[in-house]
């Protein structure tokens, strides 16, 4: 049959998943329109941008951007149909670098993060209708290891898309492109432990106050104060890096529900 239509699955994306602007405050990527954050429109744009920037921008200005930097780095027009979007809606959702590792888990490949030849070659050679549902259950079980704290009300809508991308990748499979409609989702952020590999932060800058006692008549002495300050500001920066180093650890890690694999080509039981 003929490829997954890209054009398709971006507008999918768009107009289903990821919906207009939004600044939510328990999303990292901060201001973001049709599921494009400020880092990547800055990216695109080759400068920073503002918010007003992000806001102006249009459902047409985001499809470059899907196509570059998800597709492409998915080797989306050499996979076979099915798992090219299986892949694709995976990186959307949880970055470029655990979608290669995710297959290559599943396909008993050497875990390198990287979607190369090899892999793209063992994907088109597997079960392509299990190598979907594979996929979409170990995105399951990340999601829901990842549901507490401040992402725990994302969770409904990540399993719903989970769900849905599992429904189309078997219509994709059996050589049917689905019409695209679907109820709108509100936009949640993304599903991810940690930034994408390729994209590394800055330490944040404490803002943790405080004050240092006086015992009787004794002077408050600078020195000390400072001192005790760069010490608080020093664990402060040790604990944010040990944290990342934790959490990216935990991206970069694929861990196999139980029940993976008892049925290969079964379809996968989410029970939201």
């Known amino acids: ?59 047409a200005d ?3 951007i899907y ?8 080797h989306f027009a050499e996979l076979p149909t099915g798992p090219d979007y299986a892949l694709y809606d995976y990186a959307v959702h949880s970055g470029i670098g655990r979608p ?8 008993k490949l050497p875990v390198t993060g990287k979607m190369d030849l090899k892999t793209v070659d063992a994907i088109n050679n597997c079960d392509h209708q299990w190598f979907c549902d594979a996929v979409c259950q170990e995105r399951d079980h990340f999601l829901r290891a990842i549901k507490g704290g401040v992402q725990y009300k994302n969770f409904p809508g990540w399993g719903k898309r989970v769900v849905d991308i599992e429904r189309i990748c078997e219509e994709l499979v059996s050589g049917k492109l689905p019409p695209q ?14 930034p994408d590999p390729k994209i590394t932060g ?23 104060a400072i001192a005790l300050g760069a010490g608080v500001l020093a664990l402060g920066a040790i604990a944010y890096i040990e944290y990342h180093r934790r959490m990216e650890a935990k991206n970069n890690t694929v861990v196999l529900p139980p029940t993976f694999g008892l049925i290969p080509g079964a379809p996968s039981v989410y029970g939201y």
């Not at 490829?3 to 998943?17: A, E, G, R």
């Not at 290669?100 to 396909?107: E, G, I, S």
């Not at 409609?181 to 432990?193: A, F």
């Not at 015992?215 to 002495?221: D, F, I, S, V």
């Open 1 to 59: 049959m003929a490829k997954t239509d890209l054009s398709w699955c971006i507008m999918h994306t768009i107009n289903v998943y990821e919906g207009g602007y939004t600044n939510n405050k328990n999303d990292p990527g901060g201001p973001t329109i049709w599921g494009i954050t400020i880092a990547d429109w800055s990216e695109a744009e080759h400068h920073a941008v503002d918010a007003d920037f992000v806001k102006s921008r249009t459902k």
């Open 62 to 64: 985001a499809v470059p």
């Open 67 to 74: 196509e570059h930097k998800y597709a492409n780095a998915m």
């Open 100 to 107: 290669p590792r995710v297959a290559q888990t599943l396909l």
């Open 181 to 194: 409609t679907g109820t709108p989702q509100s936009p949640t952020p993304k599903g991810t432990h940690a």
């Open 202 to 224: 800055t330490i944040a800058k404490s803002t943790t106050g405080g004050a240092i006692a006086t015992q009787g008549a004794q002077a408050w002495n600078p020195t000390v």
